[in-house]
């Protein structure tokens, strides 16, 4: 159980284009959705906070105009990276926590973006 | 500010050796502290830890968590090469703060 996908796994694109990456819990509701960004052979970084039908908490220095997050369903996060640039390359990690899970987090497999 | 560290940065032993991963955190609003392993992609958990005391075991891992002294040791029994991973801890309550890690590398 606790199974969390991200979609793509592996995303190409040109400066200035904007990158949707989808992060799906496929069996159990996930009243709360993180986001976390990974440099490489360095640990995550929170960038956000996403609960299912309200804003989303940003971690401070995380541009939410940049970074647009939206959870429109118990099931789904997506975190939008408007206007790539080639220093948003990164490795993206959402992981969700679903209603008495207490504090476990499950991590989605993560999507790599690289911006040219 | 609030901080975990993780010792030491990066480990190699051969199959068979135990070793000891060792967490030390400084958070405000601390609840839990949660083992991850890191292959090639995204985490995967292993343990979660809110008591002080008590250990936490599955197959040659363990963990446990002093609440007093604030830090955490992950030991693993008998290594495996396919123990190779980075090892994450995070300790928080709603939101977490992860260590750096420590990598370890068993050689066969």
């Known amino acids: 159980g606790a199974v969390v996908s991200q979609h793509p796994s592996w995303v190409i694109c040109k400066s200035g284009t904007s990158v949707k990456i989808e992060c799906r819990s496929l069996d159990f509701q996930a009243t709360t959705m993180f986001w976390y960004r990974q440099f490489p052979k360095q640990s995550l970084m929170l960038m956000a906070t996403s609960n299912e039908g309200s804003k989303a908490t940003y971690e401070q220095g995380v541009e939410k105009d940049k970074f647009l997050i939206n959870h429109a369903s118990l099931t789904l996060s997506t975190l939008t990276v408007t206007s790539a640039h080639p220093e948003d390359s990164s490795f993206y990690i959402c992981?969700?926590?679903?209603?008495?899970?207490?504090?476990?987090?499950?991590f989605g497999p993560g999507t790599r973006l690289t911006v040219l | 500010e609030d901080k975990v560290v993780q010792s030491p940065l990066s480990l190699v032993v051969h199959e068979g050796d135990t070793v000891t991963l060792n967490c030390s955190y400084e958070v405000t609003n601390f609840r839990s502290l949660l083992w991850y392993k890191q292959e090639k992609k995204a985490p995967t958990f292993l343990f979660m830890l809110?008591?002080?005391?008590i250990e936490k075991k599955s197959g040659r891992l363990s963990s446990i968590l002093d609440k007093k002294e604030l830090f955490s040791i992950l030991n693993i029994t008998a290594t495996q090469t396919g123990d190779s991973a980075v090892y994450l801890c995070a300790g928080g309550t709603y939101k977490y703060i992860f260590g750096t890690g420590t990598r370890l590398k068993v050689l066969a």
């Open positions: 809110t008591s002080s005391g």
């Open positions: 992981s969700a926590r679903g209603e008495g899970s207490a504090d476990t987090q499950y």
